[in-house]
């Protein structure tokens, strides 16, 4: 076979030598599956076909004469003679000829309808900024189009844009290079763009694009181009240029083939100046002969390549044929004695049981481990318990003590805002007394400056008086001695009242002291009263439990006790609460020894987190909160670990404890085997520090004066002293006590609580007695201060008269009257000031007792405030130590869970070991079953002695294998695949010949009914173009040498003649020619399967009777191609021409010949 390479696919640029191959790729060199198929085999699988439907039903009629026969062998035939000869030297082309005429001359005669396609009809072409246009828009008819205007009108811009919105290259369009080129001048960017018809049973993903598929080219200056594909509504599907191609292969729209779309340079090409060789070309080309001529070419390549494969695998085969004889021979020598084989085999057995024996010793190691480490587990769980216990009543205590300095806390806020009111009062009487005493020394300094005045002018009256007397007689001398005695009355009577005054302040101090007194003498009368109150209730509370086991407790505590009875999942029925399974020895301590223990009193006792968790849940359902304290069952002892005084007591030293659980968690949590109580303040603080630090003494716990409070003694993490309050109980005792006994001490406390108040009524009464006294005293000032006023005044108005009578009887002298009055006036302004001065200590006075009421309220509000900012203080300390105490138990807790976790850890890798070596001992348990069962290893036999056996057997092997070629088995094996590898060598050669020979026979068929299509392709092409011819009255014939590859015609414009050789093309006149050309692409046209057809300017050559007549015969031989879509360009009018219903003329607008940039608008369609 000749291995001539052809393209599948090509783009045409014309050039000075005609048409040439610009690119091309075939799948036959591509191993791939999901190649792009052919377009002729793309329009064959969508029902389309590479013949019009007249020149389908031809070849099906004619081929079936030569359909290939059974029996019959065509795998000796070349069919490349026949190819490549011509036509018209087959000896039965003229009987088929015959045939073929009459076929085509029945089928023009009859009438057809040319009914519209369904699908891959274009119905517009738009574009914008492309060629010459700025925006038009061609909407074409679905059969015939003719689109005519006036030269420069952009009708050729009409298919560019078709051409290039359907995937063709620039410059195969033979308008421009690049597609920059073809921007519209000015512009920056362009688009083309294509509706096609998508209907029908042949539509391309109809419903992705629906009725209407939209192809759009955009395009810019800069060189970048992007294609879209769009549905009916506009929306963008697709911008892969793949994708564009199996839309056109589904439509078979062959927009590259040359005789397909025929721009306007190839037009004339075709019609003028075409060479035999060349319409040969185009002849090829057009009906996609060409294309499958090269697929097949390559297939023979293809056969050539396995023929030479094959040649080499016989060489193959004869060598492993070889090979296999060899193999078979040794295995027949391979005789010899097996006891050496024997006893190798036996040592194995024995070396395999004998590693299965020492696993099983180390996984007895493995788990003499784990159960030891599962006892430290527990170990440990139960030290991490009691360490999770008492971290939870640390953090109780922690809570409690929260909750009571928050107490504090908001009894502060009140009391701080009423002592800042108070010091705010006092501060701003203060700021006022201090403007007093500024206006009083004023004063002072005012009446200093008077008071000379009215001396200096009292000795210049008196002088003037003398003067006078001397002069006027005995009776005035009288007058003035009696002014003086009064005035002199008028100031010792002012001098009395105002001594008076100055008593005031005292007495008003006095008045304040003891009230006072009689406020702080009520302040232990209520405390007293109080205690009274509480020791009753205490007195009430302890009557009334009698026989009341769960009274001091929640109310539905009775309940939540009666349903833990009930309740049968627990492990261990809780204990509970604790309150009820202590007892105190030493009713005294009851008070301090409840509030020491808080919460823990109401609070149950489990040994495990499960009891725990329905505990909880029992709780949370009758509604009675109660904590669980979780601690371990077992032994245990404070042996050793109370104070080494016997004599002391200690919590738990006066307590009788009915459960080891309960007396387990008191311990754990409040050390109370190593809390000593010691009544007196002294005695306890000096026990506890006195010595140093004594052994197993955590605290001491004395009783203060306050009744029912008492003190806490321990040492600091810093070593160093440390206090704390005890409050007192505000509840009612939840330990049991001797019941006779506590009622006794409760009626005790009454007792001494009344004769506090008794006392502290007596102290009260006298403190008030005190008080109405010194009021009393004050009352009686104010009596003696109005009489001593009383006279004051009447002595001063003695001297007022007197003085009128001086004045009444003063001889008329001028300047004793004008020192009289300046006197006058002098002692006026000088006694005013004395009012002032004293109306000043008067305020001042009032200020001054003021201040001290204010002073007081202010030292009694600070009092308070200091009160309790001291319970918050300590309550505040409290809960640093009771946080610290918690952070011991925490990190205990935590070193606790550390330890477990990794105890556990450990158990889980020595688990994990004995489950790998248990996994191990199977497995090699597993291999040795393999080798043989359980067979006993000699004593003192290990591994490593019987491996070292084996070596020394394996090399004794090993030299008698060396001598006969390898072991029996390995012999053995071997033949076996050289057999295999002969067995698939002789499969796969006989496969690939029944391959190759089934290509060949098929590649024959294949290239004889290729020619058979070339000839009836040939045939149909001459018929139609003489019957074409002879719508003229012309006749000719198409000449086609296929061993050359020329194609010509022969055309005898004169009918008359006899002779039918006719004249060649060239011999023709402009207008014949053109005709006869349109002739002989009009019969190519029917040999072709595409659904559109274009031409560019056929007519530029004809005059107007060949155009005329052209035209007519182009119209007519459309509408025999049913459902094929024709478009063609003509500069000329269609006047002239007989149109119908399924033509349509697009006209072109004129160009603008005034415009540098030709702009056009949309074309008319008609």
């Known amino acids: 076979m000749t291995g001539r390479k052809r393209s599948r696919h090509q783009a045409y640029v014309e050039d000075e030598d005609g048409i040439e191959v610009e690119s091309a790729s075939s799948s036959f060199r591509h191993n791939n599956a999901n190649h792009k198929r052919t377009k002729v085999a793309m329009a064959q699988a969508v029902g389309g076909a590479v013949l019009s439907d007249e020149e389908a039903d031809y070849v099906d009629e004619f081929l079936m004469d ?166 009916t509504d506009g929306r963008i599907i697709t911008t892969k240029k793949g994708d564009l191609d199996d839309v056109l292969d589904h439509f078979a729209l062959q927009m590259d083939n040359p005789i397909n779309v025929l721009t306007q340079d190839l037009s004339r090409q075709f019609l003028a100046n075409s060479t035999p060789a060349e319409k040969y070309r185009f002849f090829i080309k057009g009906t996609q002969l060409e294309t499958l001529d090269s697929d097949y070419n390559l297939l023979e390549e293809h056969l050539d390549g396995t023929e030479a494969q094959l040649q080499t695998r016989e060489e193959m085969i004869a060598e492993l044929r070889r090979k296999e004889t060899e193999a078979r021979d040794r295995v027949k020598r391979a005789e010899r004695t097996r006891g050496l084989e024997e006893r190798f085999r036996h040592i194995s057995r024995q070396h395999a049981w004998a590693q299965v024996e020492q696993q099983e010793e180390i996984l007895a190691y493995y788990q003499r481990d784990v159960l030891d480490a599962a006892g430290e587990v527990q170990d440990k769980e139960r030290i991490g318990e009691e360490a999770s216990a008492r971290f939870e009543a640390e953090d109780i205590g922690v809570e409690a003590a929260k909750r009571g300095a928050e107490s504090h806390r908001e009894n502060l806020a009140p009391l701080a805002q009423a002592c800042e009111d108070a010091k705010e009062k006092f501060q701003e009487n203060k700021r006022a007394l201090v403007n007093h005493v500024t206006e009083e020394r004023t004063i002072k300094t005012s009446m200093k400056a008077h008071k000379k005045t009215v001396t200096r002018l009292e000795s210049e009256v008196q002088e003037e008086r003398q003067r006078l007397a001397n002069r006027h007689g005995e009776a005035h001398m009288e007058r003035e001695r009696r002014h003086s005695e009064l005035k002199k009355q008028a100031g010792e009577a002012k001098a009395a009242f105002d001594e008076h005054r100055k008593e005031y302040p005292d007495l008003e101090k006095a008045v304040k002291d003891a009230q006072q007194r009689l406020q702080e003498a009520a302040q232990p009368l209520d405390a007293a009263r109080n205690d009274v109150n509480d020791a009753r209730a205490a007195l009430n509370r302890v009557s009334n439990q009698q026989g009341r086991k769960y009274a001091p407790y929640h109310p539905k505590m009775e309940d939540l006790c009666n349903a833990i009875a009930r309740e049968t999942r627990f492990r261990a029925k809780p204990v509970g609460p604790m309150g009820v399974h202590v007892q105190l020895l030493k009713p005294e301590w009851s008070s301090l020894v409840e509030v020491t223990f808080g919460n823990s009193l109401d609070s149950f006792v489990v040994t495990s987190k499960y009891d725990q968790n329905i505990l909880q849940s029992l709780s949370g359902r009758i509604g009675c909160p109660a904590n669980a304290i979780i601690v371990s069952p077992g032994a245990f002892s404070t042996a050793g670990k109370e104070p080494e005084d016997e004599n002391v007591d200690t919590i738990l030293r006066v307590l009788r404890i009915d459960n080891p659980l309960v007396k387990q968690a008191l311990v754990i949590n409040h050390s109370a085997e190593q809390t000593v109580l010691i009544q007196d303040i002294a005695e306890g603080k000096a026990y506890m520090y006195g010595s140093g630090r004594r052994k197993n003494v955590r605290a001491v716990l004395t009783i203060a004066k306050t009744r029912g409070e008492g003190q806490r003694w321990e040492w600091s993490r810093g070593g160093g002293e440390k206090s704390s309050g005890v409050r007192k109980l505000q509840r009612a005792p939840r330990m049991k006590a001797d019941r006779e006994q506590e009622i006794q001490a409760r009626q005790k406390d009454v007792q001494s609580a009344q004769r506090a108040v008794d006392l502290a009524e007596q102290t009260h009464q006298a403190t008030r007695r005190a008080h109405e006294q010194a009021k009393q005293a004050v009352v009686a000032h104010k009596r003696e201060g109005s009489r001593l006023k009383v006279a004051h005044q009447q002595a001063d108005d003695a001297v007022v008269e007197i003085q009128n009578e001086i004045d009444a009887n003063r001889p008329q002298d001028g300047k004793l009257q004008e020192l009289e009055a300046q006197l006058q006036e002098a002692q006026a302004e000088h006694e005013a000031a004395k009012a002032s001065l004293q109306d000043a200590m008067d305020a001042k006075i009032e200020l001054d007792e003021k201040a001290q009421t204010l002073k007081q309220t202010m030292d009694q509000a600070q009092s308070e405030v200091d009160k309790v900012q001291a319970l918050l203080d300590e309550a505040e300390k409290q809960i640093e130590e009771r946080k610290e105490d918690r952070k011991e138990a925490l990190f205990a807790k935590n070193a606790a869970l550390n330890n477990i976790m990794k105890i556990k850890e450990q158990h889980e890798r020595l688990q994990k070991k004995v489950t790998t070596q248990e996994q191990q001992v199977e497995s090699f348990s597993g291999l040795a079953l393999q080798i043989s069962e359980r067979v006993r290893v000699e004593e003192g036999q290990t591994p490593d002695m019987l491996d070292q056996l084996l070596d020394r057997l394996r090399e004794d092997i090993k030299r008698a294998t060396e001598q006969q070629g390898g072991t029996k088995e390995q012999l053995v094996t071997a033949h076996k695949e050289a057999q295999l590898r002969l067995e698939e060598a002789n499969n796969e050669t006989k496969g690939m010949k029944q391959t190759v020979a089934t290509l060949k026979s098929t590649l024959t068929e294949r290239r004889r009914r290729w020619g058979l299509f070339r000839k009836y392709i040939s045939m149909r092409t001459r018929i139609q173009f003489n019957y074409l011819l002879s719508e003229r009255s012309f006749r000719g014939r198409v000449l086609l040498d296929h061993a050359d590859k020329k194609l010509d015609i022969h055309v005898e414009p004169d009918m008359t003649k006899a002779s039918d050789s006719g004249r060649q093309a060239k011999t023709l006149s402009g207008g014949e020619k053109s005709f006869s050309t349109i002739c002989l692409l009009l019969s190519i046209w029917e040999a072709m399967g595409s659904p559109i057809r274009c031409l560019d300017e056929f007519d530029v050559y004809m005059d107007s009777v060949n155009r005329a007549q052209s035209m007519r015969l182009m119209i007519q031989t459309a509408r025999r191609s049913v459902g094929r879509q024709f478009i063609l360009i003509t500069p000329q009018s269609m006047n002239s021409v007989d149109l119908g219903d399924d033509v349509h003329v697009h006209k072109m607008a004129d160009p603008e010949r005034q415009t540098r940039l030709l702009e056009f608008g949309a074309a008319s369609g008609v």
């Open 66 to 231: 030569d359909v290939e026969q059974p029996g019959d062998d065509y795998s000796e035939l070349d069919y490349t003679v026949r190819q490549n000869s011509s036509d018209d030297e087959q000896e039965d082309d003229e009987v088929d000829e015959i045939k073929a005429t009459q076929f085509v001359e029945r089928r023009l005669r009859e009438h057809r309808n040319n009914v519209a396609a369904d699908s891959g009809v274009i119905e517009s072409v738009y574009m914008r900024n492309f060629m010459c246009h700025t925006n038009l828009i061609i909407k074409l008819g679905p059969l015939i189009n003719f689109i005519i205007g006036h030269n420069g009108s952009g009708k050729s811009a009409v298919l560019t844009a078709l051409q290039i919105s359907l995937g063709n290259r620039a410059s195969g369009t033979n308008r421009a290079k690049t597609l920059k080129e073809m921007i519209r001048t000015g512009c920056d960017s362009g688009m083309v763009g294509v509706k096609i018809k998508n209907e029908g049973e042949n539509a391309y993903k109809h419903d992705l694009y629906g009725d209407i598929l939209t192809v759009e080219r955009h395009f810019t200056k800069s060189g970048s181009s992007a294609f879209k594909l769009k549905s």
